[in-house]
């Protein structure tokens, strides 16, 4: 009877390590898929705000360099407020940019996008809209280059 209890007692003995052998593996294995996913250890670094200055989103809102409104790349002119007020809600002012028109064509825009894309009526700020696209965006006059005379053609040689 002795000799069972003794062996009881050293079971547990080994059945205790093997728990604690056990556990200190998972750990080990948590902490190295920790590291895994977050190297820098974020999680334990305590967030510092610089509250010195916040910059806000109004601040570069309306902020124009070189002629050129910063937000959405439109050439400063008269109207341009209107054009971003009415026209960049809906698209991007990169879509003003690229298309280039006459007087006729931008009012055909403008009534295609009323009938088709919802388009509000503009009233009175359809002409300074106009105006302003007319005046910073129209048709380029450049089209193809010009064909290439006076050249010296030489034969290849095989």
Known sequence: MEQQNQFRHYVKAIYRLLVILFIMVGMITISGVYLLVDPTLSAFKKEEFNST?????????DKIENGVHLKTGLVEAKGLMEVINNCTNCHSSKLIIQNRMTTERWIETIRWMQETQNLWDLGTNEK??????????????KGRREILTNIEWYDLQD
């Open 53 to 61: 200055y916040v910059r806000t989103i109004e601040e570069d809102e």
């Open 128 to 141: 300074i809209i106009v105006n302003y696209l007319v005046t910073n965006y129209p048709p380029k006059k």
